[in-house]
């Protein structure tokens, strides 16, 4: 069956940077985009970014252009999440998704990995 | 930006009842909606997407409806595990808002 397995939580510093990954199995992984979301305590979802693992492609979202980056390895099929100059703002959990081929929407999800940015 | 709304915040509601969530998006989006269940401490499961389709797996007794700016989520029957909050979440843009979330109690 479709999995996909987020890498463990993370405590970070301000100012710091927090790499994520999340392993996909069950599909063929280089077919489908795979996004990065996150909830904040006491806000709604957020869509980041999306790679498409076949080609590289990715598109991020305006707020978080320049500090975010996401690639995959393609032959160990995973996605990674590299966000810098963390803030306190960027407290919250942190998903991995996979997108559908039918749309821009999200029938697989990771477990999610809390990342707390604290001095 | 496309901007998605709520209501209710809150709903309570007894087993068995039928229950209503509506969406609202800040300009059409035609049915390029998706809805979620969030339980604590789990990740969101699709339930519904293009506005009407059900998941794969999800129970019939959810159905979306709706196109444009107005969308409905309906529970047909609540059952205690319902428990959740729910997300509807816009497709259109690249931006894929989500609503705020419906805090469903039983």
């Known amino acids: 069956q479709i999995h996909l397995e987020q890498s463990g939580s993370a405590v970070k510093k301000p100012g710091a940077s927090v790499r994520l990954s999340c392993k996909a199995s069950?599909?063929?992984?280089?077919?489908?985009?795979v996004a990065w979301l996150r909830q904040a305590p006491g806000e709604r979802l957020e869509w980041m970014g999306w790679i498409y693992p076949y080609s590289g492609l990715t598109y991020y979202a305006p707020k978080f252009q320049g500090r975010l980056s996401v690639t995959t390895d393609t032959s160990a099929n995973i996605a990674y999440m590299d966000l810098a100059s963390l803030t306190s703002d960027d407290t919250a959990i942190y998903y991995c998704a996979r997108e559908t081929t039918l749309g821009y929407y999200f029938d697989h999800w990771g477990q999610g990995a809390l990342v707390t940015v604290s001095s | 930006d496309i901007q998605m709304t709520q209501s209710p915040s809150t709903l309570s509601a007894p087993v068995g009842d039928r229950v209503v969530i509506a969406c609202r998006a800040s300009?059409?989006?035609?049915?390029?909606l998706a809805w979620y269940q969030k339980k604590p401490g789990n990740a969101p499961k699709l339930l519904i997407y293009?506005?009407?389709n059900l998941a794969t797996g999800v129970p019939s007794r959810f159905s979306g409806s709706g196109s444009g700016s107005e969308f409905t989520l309906t529970i047909s029957s609540l059952q205690p595990d319902d428990l959740a909050v729910y997300y509807c979440q816009q497709y259109k843009t690249y931006s894929h808002s989500f609503g705020p979330g419906t805090n469903l109690e039983i």
């Open positions: 300009q059409p989006i035609g049915t390029s």
């Open positions: 069950g599909y063929s992984f280089r077919n489908f985009g």
């Open positions: 293009k506005a009407s």
